[in-house]
DNA sequence: CAGCGGTCTTGATATATATCAAGCAACAAT
DNA sequence: ATTGTTGCTTGATATATATCAAGACCGCTG
């Protein structure tokens, strides 16, 4: 059903935030024994409490970090996008991941064996810098995330969300959201209802205008 | 008023967890062009929205990342305790701090030049390693906050944090509370009030007992 | 195209915690 | 030791959002 292939997508892969970092020679070095899986939207890539075997790169698609309390919940503490790679931290530290990966939608992931990861990164400084600019930024996502949390009301952050999924710089866009709306509620921590809500309420503002997979943002601006 | 001393406390930074990782011969690069500073409770020692000057390492005392949003609330992101090194993220990206840095207690901190830290892991394996281990460990500690925030009620999470205070791997202990309560409050995602009420039922079901600025904790695997 | 299942939306109600206010406790200054 | 200020605690009330339930909508399959 997946489907394995060893043709990786050379250009996206070159273009995303972490080998755009670290450059051609490390990329190469890390792609060697790396592989492309496609995969279809529910996976489960790796699991809460269990050690990495990868690290993934995320090539197409939404993936969720979906978190269990030991108190029965489930949240979302984090959806990346094309791109992005996941999870350094449990692969470097030689930890358990602190939660599963789940593919929000159909995803195209590039896997490198978590051991190659390690020694590239302690044997090329251009994998050790991509990696300290990576976790930099992830950090800082993951503090502007608690200060949402903390300070704005789900209407805001849910404005803000929008805001930032416009791929325009200014004015007038899209946000694509083919991910669950749970999920994306989750992310931002409230329900399905809370963010039905809050999406009819900044149309009913005239900032947006909704349909089922998507928001057409009237001026970005005004929702940052 | 604060005191500033050419004379490093060599054991405390020597045993803090980013020079053990990063060893002696990084440790003394780093070392050389710093100095500490003994800094009374409130001081600010970096701005949100500044660029930094400097790299922080904690010695003692405990600092709160304080961070304001745009419609005026205030919280708290994180409180950091001797050993820790802060605020490296934006250091290395080059990029405003998205939080204050505020002494909760009296502090003593090492202050190392941005330009030699950002000079010392670009140059030194060593140092880029130990960066690593630092950036991840406060990753996964976001995102344990998260979780805490998204999924477990305010009484919970005072007990966990309470559990996590205690210096003790098991059994009684005593949690050193020296903070602000507010401070406090607020990195639980909560209210001075909420923190007393969490912790008058904690008592009140035998957990703890409480004075002033500690918490003697009966047994912490039953707060954990 | 029709039917089914899963997801999403919406109205009503419940709830965990914030807010408000006042008294108490701790700390600092004299 | 006393006084004043600031921080903390506690009771009462308010509120943002969760929960519950039911209907609407969307996507998939035959």
Redesign the interface.
């Known amino acids: 059903m997946p489907t394995i292939s060893r043709t990786p997508n050379l250009e996206l892969i070159r273009r995303s935030p972490f080998f755009a970092a670290a450059g051609e020679a490390a990329m190469a070095r890390l792609l060697r024994p790396s592989f492309t899986q496609q995969l279809p939207r529910t996976t489960i890539l790796f699991d809460q409490n269990e050690l990495p075997d990868f690290v993934h790169l995320l090539l197409a698609g939404s993936i969720g ?1 979906k ?3 030991e ?1 029965g ?3 979302v ?2 959806i990346f996008g094309p791109g992005e790679l996941l999870l ?3 692969v ?2 030689g ?1 358990p991941y ?2 599963s990966g789940v593919a929000l939608t159909d995803v195209r992931v590039l896997m490198i064996p978590a051991e190659t990861f390690r020694e590239g ?2 044997q090329d ?1 251009a994998l ?2 991509a ?3 990576l ?6 996502l ?6 949402d ?4 009301p789900a209407e ?1 952050r849910v404005a803000r969300f929008l805001a930032r999924r416009v791929p325009e710089e200014a004015g007038a866009g899209t946000a694509e959201l083919p991910e669950p709306r749970a999920a994306l509620a ?1 992310r931002r ?1 409230g329900t399905p209802a809370t963010l039905s809500r809050a999406l009819a309420a900044l149309e009913q503002q005239g900032l947006i205008r909704l349909s089922a997979r998507r928001a057409d943002v009237v001026d970005r601006a005004r929702l940052a």
């Open positions: 970090l978190a269990e309390a108190a919940g489930e949240t503490v984090e350094v931290p449990a470097l530290l930890l602190l939660a990164v302690a400084p050790a810098r990696t300290i600019e976790l930099s930024r992830h950090w800082r993951m503090v502007d995330q608690v200060v949390l903390k300070l704005r805001r989750a921590g």
